[in-house]
Antibody, heavy 121, light 112 residues
C-alpha cells in the first residue's frame, strides 16, 4: 500500500526557518515524482513544486520559485519542503502527493495527511 | 485566480444528480491534457476521485463519473448521498506556465 506520512504541525515566528517532511513507503521512491501543494485557510489547492527523487530534478511553480526549497533524501525515502525565512502569509496546510502519469498528463494519486504550518508573532 | 474555472457551489437533495463544470483553455484542457478530479472531505487530504477524464480508481463508487469535451470537463454525482458533501477540485496540466499542474478553485457540494 502506498503511503505518504508527513511531519507534524508547526508553529513558528516570522523570519524563522522551517523544514517539513514527507516519508514515502509501499512503492519505489526513486521512480515517481513527488509534488507539494499549498492550501491556505478556507481556499483551494495550489501546486508549489515537484521533485524526482531519483536524480533530484526539481521544478517550481513561478509563484513559489525562490520562496521555498524542495529536496529529497532517497536513502530514507523522504521528501522535504523548506523555508529560510517564514512570513505570516505562509500560514497554510501543506500536502505532499505522488505524481502518476496518465495517457495524456499527470495526476496526484496518493496524498500525505498534510502538515499545518502556522506563522505568527 | 485559478487557471481552471469551477462554480463555487452546487447543491442537491439526496438521490438527485449534480454536475460540476471545469473550464480551461487551449493551453491545458483544450490542448488535450487529461482532467482529474479530487474529493476533499472536511478536515482531510484530497483524494483522487476521477483520473484521465472518466476513470475511477479502485474503491470509488460508480455514482461518480467524469467527461471532457473541448476546453471543459464535468464531474457528475448521481444518487447524491450525505457522505458526498465535500469540496471537489479539477486538475490538469498546463504547457504555458512553466509546465504547471493547475487546479480549479474548488466546488462545495452541499446535500440538502
Amino acid at each position: 500500500e502506498v503511503q505518504l506520512v508527513q511531519s507534524g504541525a508547526e508553529v513558528k515566528a516570522p523570519g524563522e526557518s522551517l523544514k517539513i517532511s514527507c516519508k514515502a513507503s509501499g512503492y519505489s521512491f526513486t521512480t515517481y515524482w513527488i509534488g507539494w501543494v499549498r492550501q491556505m485557510p478556507g481556499t483551494g489547492l495550489e501546486w508549489m513544486g515537484i521533485i524526482y527523487p531519483g536524480d533530484s530534478d526539481t521544478r517550481y511553480s513561478p509563484s513559489f520559485q525562490g520562496q521555498v526549497t524542495i529536496s529529497a533524501d532517497k536513502s530514507i525515502s523522504t521528501a522535504y519542503l523548506q523555508w529560510s525565512s517564514l512570513k505570516v502569509s505562509d500560514t497554510a496546510m501543506y500536502f505532499c502527493a505522488r505524481r502518476y502519469t496518465t495517457s495524456s498528463g499527470y495526476c496526484f494519486d496518493s496524498w500525505g495527511q498534510g502538515t499545518l504550518v502556522t506563522v505568527s508573532s | 485566480q485559478s487557471v481552471l474555472t469551477q462554480p463555487p457551489s452546487v447543491s442537491g437533495a439526496p438521490g438527485q444528480r449534480v454536475t460540476i463544470s471545469c473550464t480551461g483553455s487551449s493551453s491545458n484542457i483544450g490542448a488535450g491534457y487529461d482532467v482529474h478530479w479530487y474529493q476533499q472531505l472536511p478536515g482531510t487530504a484530497p483524494k483522487l476521485l476521477i483520473y484521465s477524464n472518466n476513470n475511477r480508481p479502485s474503491g470509488v463508487p460508480d455514482r461518480f463519473s467524469g467527461s471532457k469535451s473541448g476546453t471543459s470537463a464535468s464531474l457528475a454525482i448521481t444518487g447524491l448521498q450525505a457522505e458526498d458533501e465535500a469540496d471537489y477540485y479539477c486538475q490538469s496540466y498546463d504547457s504555458s506556465l512553466s509546465a504547471s499542474y493547475v487546479f480549479g478553485a474548488g466546488t462545495k457540494v452541499t446535500v440538502l
